[in-house]
């Protein structure tokens, strides 16, 4: 009796135990790695959520940004790290992207080596030309690429990356050859576009109000679920006739190590739909072209096996390659 007794009473340590360790976390400071350089989407929407959850949760939520390698480096440290909850990784589509392109490279694998928290936000993009063009629409241009094929362009901010991965998903769907023409980021790229020396290019929707506004761009379509306020009359690209593409949208989301405790996978789950929730946020991420997603561990889980073989079966239809 005593024996069974003293079992009892161990089992309920141990789950009260886990429960207090749950509640007491965090204890200490919390580093959110970064894979990419200050100012970026992804460094912006991790230091909002990081000043919210800094507040919420009484312990300091530090960005630590460690760029190089399209995020590998930033990567495989995090998932290398304690699962403890005091080592995150604020990731992106390289986070997929990467392991497609680079199999047996990189050392890390999206859905062994890590607890998916949040997805904090999308980053919808749009197609744009030149105003100097004639194409007026999606069909236009859909159209002259197959009368033409292999002489259009179209601008990317490197090979891989998602304005390449948006460009090869427009040729496999359509059955069209276009030319990739890669820069080093999106700035150079957006110019040479707005010379006409490039075609059209899918771009980040935020920034380029005032570019269409001088008449320096053309939007043929938006990749949002409905009509952009920005551009109110501009059609969205399933209303183009290209349906799904709203879902290339590049995502920006909070990820643990592999074996994390499901208490604080969850906990930091739940403060950071918190601050995902509140007005302000959303309006600084509406300021940065971004739009809130805010889901579960479980949803984001889903979502990223589902944007993995997207991705997987864009990139071998197409024989994109890392630079």
């Given at each position: 009796?005593?024996?069974?007794?003293?079992?009892?009473?161990?089992?309920?340590?141990?789950?009260?135990?886990?429960?207090?360790?749950?509640?007491?976390?965090?204890?200490?400071?919390?580093?959110?790695?970064?894979?990419?350089?200050?100012?970026?989407?992804?460094?912006?929407?991790?230091?909002?959520?990081?000043?919210?959850?800094?507040?919420?949760?009484?312990?300091?939520?530090?960005?630590?940004n460690r760029p190089g390698a399209n995020a590998i480096i930033a990567t495989e440290a995090v998932a290398r790290?304690?699962?403890?909850?005091?080592?995150?990784?604020?990731?992106?589509?390289?986070?997929?992207?990467?392991?497609?392109?680079?199999?047996?490279?990189?050392?890390?694998?999206?859905?062994?080596?890590?607890?998916?928290?949040?997805?904090?936000?999308?980053?919808?993009?749009?197609?744009?030309?030149?105003?100097?063009?004639?194409?007026?629409?999606?069909?236009?241009?859909?159209?002259?690429?197959?009368?033409?094929?292999?002489?259009?362009?179209?601008?990317?901010?490197?090979?891989?990356?998602?304005?390449?991965?948006?460009?090869?998903?427009?040729?496999?769907?359509?059955?069209?050859?276009?030319?990739?023409?890669?820069?080093?980021?999106?700035?150079?790229?957006?110019?040479?576009?707005?010379?006409?020396?490039?075609?059209?290019?899918?771009?980040?929707?935020?920034?380029?109000?005032?570019?269409?506004?001088?008449?320096?761009?053309?939007?043929?379509?938006?990749?949002?679920?409905?009509?952009?306020?920005?551009?109110?009359?501009?059609?969205?690209?399933?209303?183009?006739?290209?349906?799904?593409?709203?879902?290339?949208?590049?995502?920006?989301?909070?990820?643990?190590?592999?074996?994390?405790?499901?208490?604080?996978?969850?906990?930091?789950?739940?403060?950071?739909?918190?601050?995902?929730?509140?007005?302000?946020?959303?309006?600084?991420?509406?300021?940065?072209?971004?739009?809130?997603?805010?889901?579960?561990?479980?949803?984001?889980?889903?979502?990223?096996?589902?944007?993995?073989?997207?991705?997987?079966?864009?990139?071998?239809?197409?024989?994109?390659?890392?630079?």
């Amino acid at each position: 009796m005593k024996k069974g007794t003293s079992v009892l009473a161990a089992v309920a340590l141990c789950v009260l135990a886990g429960g207090a360790g749950a509640q007491s976390y965090p204890a200490k400071p919390v580093k959110i790695m970064v894979g990419f350089a200050a100012g970026g989407p992804t460094d912006v929407i991790a230091r909002i959520v990081a000043q919210d959850m800094t507040l919420s949760l009484g312990q300091s939520f530090v960005v630590e940004n460690r760029p190089g390698a399209n995020a590998i480096i930033a990567t495989e440290a995090v998932a290398r790290s304690a699962p403890d909850g005091y080592t995150l990784l604020f990731s992106s589509l390289s986070l997929l992207v990467n392991a497609i392109l680079m199999e047996g490279r990189v050392h890390y694998d999206p859905f062994k080596d890590f607890a998916p928290v949040s997805n904090a936000a999308v980053l919808p993009m749009v197609v744009v030309t030149s105003p100097e063009t004639r194409i007026a629409s999606m069909q236009d241009l859909i159209v002259l690429a197959k009368a033409k094929p292999g002489e259009l362009s179209y601008a990317t901010s490197g090979n891989g990356g998602s304005t390449h991965l948006a460009g090869a998903m427009l040729e496999n769907f359509t059955g069209t050859k276009m030319i990739n023409v890669p820069f080093k980021g999106n700035g150079p790229a957006l110019a040479e576009v707005m010379a006409g020396r490039v075609t059209f290019m899918f771009y980040p929707i935020v920034g380029i109000a005032d570019q269409v506004s001088a008449k320096k761009l053309k939007v043929l379509a938006v990749g949002t679920p409905r009509p952009h306020a920005d551009f109110p009359a501009v059609p969205t690209l399933e209303q183009s006739g290209l349906p799904g593409f709203e879902e290339t949208a590049p995502w920006v989301g909070m990820l643990a190590p592999a074996g994390t405790p499901a208490a604080t996978v969850n906990r930091l789950g739940e403060e950071m739909r918190k601050s995902l929730a509140k007005a302000e946020t959303k309006e600084r991420f509406r300021a940065l072209g971004a739009v809130t997603v805010a889901d579960t561990p479980a949803e984001f889980a889903a979502f990223l096996k589902k944007d993995y073989e997207r991705w997987a079966r864009v990139i071998q239809a197409s024989g994109v390659k890392a630079e």
